[in-house]
């Protein structure tokens, strides 16, 4: 297979037109001469997407799109017969979230929206992925979705929560990613750890004391709205908190974790909920085995 290439490709500048999704692959815009992401090897992020009208899921609001992920969906209707699986193109849109690669965007003459082109595919430009998580889409089957933003775009909750579906609770979840790791709780539940790592038990010992992070279980803010309280927080070395929200590991009922080895660490005085880290399990917990689709 090709080495993937990211980013803008020379001579070809934002607007240019595609007959057929078989020009777009000569040109290397968008290889794949099926798929609606260009990008599965492991480890490596997607190269390009294109919104052609194949899921009814996928949202188009111009600067910012809500992509549907692959698999499941039938090809005729679009519609999803079968649940989607964190595997594949999915997986690689994961890799430009953690790693800021952007995507190329390519809209074609079956997308759902007024900016589409009447015949054709367009080159759209370049989009950042935001955030991903899955959610039961409108046919009842699990869909990933992605949050997609052109550079310069900054999205509010208020904005996008109402569009899918989520509520803004109050004004406090709309500050909440700025607040979020240092909060009273999230205080009190490394204190009672003595700020040792729940998972390796390591404490990291700065000049201005010991540090640790607090690991919002569900998390906060939309879409997941996880609450802001101790059962919902977890006491974390730094390493472990970033593969933790990665999806690295998880934490089974009887506490046994699950993608690494060891228990997690239970301490008097912090009771962590089962609601949560099923929460955990189900949305963050990549499928081992890679699934059919
Ligand atoms: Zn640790």
Redo the contacts with the bound molecule.
């Keep these: 297979m090709a080495k993937p290439i990211f980013g803008e490709l020379p001579g070809v500048p934002i607007g240019t037109r595609f007959a057929n999704r078989d020009e777009l692959s000569k040109a290397g815009v968008h290889r794949p001469s099926m798929a609606g992401i260009a990008g599965s090897r492991a480890g490596g992020g997607a190269e390009s997407i294109v919104l052609n009208g194949g899921y009814e899921d996928d949202l188009d609001e111009g600067s910012w799109i809500v992509y549907t992920g692959q698999g499941g969906n039938d090809p005729e209707s679009g519609r999803q017969i079968a649940d989607q699986e964190l595997t594949r193109g999915n997986l690689a849109l994961t890799v430009n979230e953690l790693e800021g690669i952007p995507v190329r965007v390519i809209r074609g003459y079956k997308n759902v929206s007024k900016l589409s082109p009447h015949a054709g595919f367009r080159y759209d430009g370049l989009y950042y992925v935001d955030k991903h998580w899955h959610q039961k889409g409108r046919a009842g089957f699990r869909i990933y979705r992605f949050l997609l933003r052109q550079a310069s775009v900054e999205i509010s909750p208020e904005t996008i929560a109402p569009v899918l579906g989520f509520r803004v609770a109050d004004r406090q979840l709309v500050e909440i990613q700025r607040i979020v790791m240092n909060t009273e709780v999230a205080r009190e539940v490394k204190r009672i750890n003595e700020y040792k ?1 729940q ?2 038990s ?1 404490r990291l010992e700065t000049v201005s004391g010991p540090y640790a992070e607090g690991a919002h279980i569900r998390p906060l803010g939309h879409p997941h709205n996880g609450p802001d309280i101790a059962p919902n927080i977890l006491c ?2 730094a ?2 908190h970033v593969l933790f929200d990665r999806g690295a590991f998880s934490v089974a009922d009887d506490r046994k974790l699950i993608g690494i080895d060891g228990n997690l660490i239970s301490v008097r005085g912090h009771t962590v909920g089962d609601e949560f880290l099923a929460y955990h399990r189900d949305h963050y917990l990549a499928l081992v085995d890679g699934g059919s689709r």
Excluded: F, G, K
């Design positions: 790592c998972v390796c390591v974390m070395c390493n472990h």
